[in-house]
């Protein structure tokens, strides 16, 4: 691909170049997304398997004992509320299930 030249614009317009670029960036990575999603679910139904067997599910491991609503499953990033009762001394086993 031939290089662009971007010398004949200004900042506002290559500011909304890249605002441009951004958002038709998103789209297609939700337009191949959504396809993949569709090819999956179009498998699975051929195979005659539910798609709910294919994919785990995480079971929470702790409970808000604040909240009983807001529960964590121990994997990516901690809740605020974990991380704040770790800051303060607690453990992680305060909150088991």
Request: charged content about 35%.
């Amino acid at each position: 691909m031939a290089p662009i030249d971007l010398n004949g614009y200004d900042l506002a317009e290559l500011k909304g170049l890249f605002f441009d670029i951004e958002q038709e960036i998103k789209r297609r990575a939700r337009d191949e997304r959504d396809r993949a999603r569709d090819r999956i679910h179009a498998l699975a139904a051929d195979a005659g398997i539910p798609l709910d067997a294919l994919v785990k599910t995480a079971v929470p491991r702790y409970r808000n004992p604040a909240d009983s609503d807001q529960t964590w499953t121990g994997r990516g990033r901690q809740p605020r509320w974990i991380a704040e009762a770790l800051a303060s001394g607690r453990s992680l086993d305060d909150f088991k299930i």
